[in-house]
């Protein structure tokens, strides 16, 4: 389990916590945010609902080394790139090839240098500060202002790391991807998607895991509140997209495989009836990563980048193994519709990434 050091916990707070400091950090990036050319930016995005691999995706282009991203050495200055890049300079000078697996217990190996999902505390402090109450996520909309805002911090990222690409992993941007998309037309938004029955296991299990550190170190919990990771634990929010979700996913215990599947369901139903028609969105099925050289090689055309050798490979999740286990627990309606969704979305991203 990692552990935060007392120095680590005052540094989070002060900089990523409600406050003068953070409210600064804000301004300043709104202040100077006026002269982005968002057309001009020609970035990656990648989202989906969390454990459908997005990470795995966020690591293999990561390795290709045509990208800028935010990174685990930024931490906590995020939103003070000049700073970010002074203490990352000095961090790494001792702790260079220090790697372990992360918390989600899955085999992905972190290290300093590894890019991970940093930007929401920019958006929990914007768009979310009169609503971080809530226990609930909808789909949300935001300004040309705002959006320049974002564009102006992810920049001056690209212009620490020296490339003119940038790769951002947010599994929470899905919910204002209709904006993103039309701010950044020359962007690629990569929409991850799992078998659901797999994923909501893997959402269960990572859940209940997440839990239990969260109970034996409540720092891990603020910490995951600081950064805006409210897919599962103690402090998990609800992903709702029609009025009447919350209810329904209020009626579900999170301790069972029904819940998960029932917010996949409105997940990326919603995905797929919102966000089909977007050019730049594009679906991404995480199997057809796992089993097909050419879906991979259509991906790196896609993103006009040259294929690599020795690239990331990917793997199927445990969670694929027991799936027997589950399907008794869940209604055949459920299970049913859920299939349906995923095989639109398998058809929708074949056709993606066609050429």
Same mark, same amino acid.
């Given at each position: 389990m990692q552990k935060y050091s007392f120095l680590t916990q005052i540094l989070n707070k002060q900089f990523l916590g409600d406050g003068e400091i953070l409210d600064y950090s804000i301004k300043r990036i709104q202040k100077n945010s006026y002269n982005i050319e968002l057309e001009q930016c020609n970035y990656v %995005?990648?989202? $989906?609902?969390? =454990?459908? $691999?997005?990470?795995?995706?966020?690591? %293999?282009? *990561? /390795?290709?080394?045509?990208?800028?991203?935010? =990174? +685990?050495?930024y931490m906590p200055f995020i939103l003070m790139p000049k700073i970010a890049q002074i203490f990352s300079k000095l961090f790494m000078n001792n702790n260079k090839n220090v790697i372990s697996e992360r918390l989600h217990g899955d085999g992905i190996l972190i290290g300093q240098s590894s890019p991970e999902c940093l930007d929401e505390p920019f958006w929990i402090n914007t768009i979310y500060k009169k609503n971080l109450n809530n226990n609930f996520m909808s789909p949300h909309s935001i300004d040309s202002d705002l959006a320049r805002s974002y564009g102006y911090l992810l920049n001056k990222y690209a212009l620490i790391e020296n490339k003119k690409r940038m790769l951002i992993k947010n599994n929470n941007s899905h919910l204002r991807l209709l904006s993103t998309s039309s701010y950044f037309p020359n962007s690629k938004f990569l929409v991850v998607f799992r078998s659901p029955i797999a994923q909501a296991i893997s959402l269960l299990n990572l859940h209940k895991r997440i839990s239990k550190f969260q109970l034996k170190d409540k720092y891990v919990l603020e910490y995951m509140n600081l950064i805006g990771h409210w897919e599962f634990g103690l402090g998990k929010k609800f992903f709702v997209y029609k009025k009447d979700q919350e209810k329904t996913l209020k009626s579900l215990n999170p301790e069972k495989i029904n819940y998960w599947l029932m917010q996949w369901i409105f997940t990326y139903e919603w995905i797929n009836n919102n966000l089909s028609d977007k050019k730049n969105i594009i679906f991404? @099925? +995480?199997? !057809?990563? @796992?089993?097909?050289? &050419?879906?991979?090689? &259509?991906? %790196?055309?896609?993103?006009?980048?040259? !294929? #690599? &050798?020795?690239?990331?490979? %990917? /793997?199927? $999740? =445990?969670? &694929?193994?027991?799936?027997?286990? +589950? #399907? /008794? #627990?869940?209604?055949?309606? *459920?299970?049913?519709?859920? #299939?349906?969704?995923y095989s639109q979305l398998k058809k929708k991203s074949n056709f993606a990434l066609n050429f």
């Open positions: %995005f990648i989202t $989906g609902l969390a =454990r459908s $691999g997005t990470t795995a995706l966020l690591n %293999f282009l *990561d /390795k290709t080394n045509k990208f800028s991203s935010l =990174r +685990y050495k991404i @099925c +995480y199997e !057809q990563l @796992c089993k097909d050289d &050419n879906y991979k090689m &259509n991906l %790196f055309k896609l993103l006009n980048i040259k !294929q #690599e &050798n020795n690239l990331l490979k %990917f /793997k199927l $999740g =445990r969670s &694929n193994n027991h799936k027997d286990l +589950y #399907e /008794k #627990e869940i209604s055949i309606k *459920d299970l049913k519709k859920s #299939e349906n969704i």
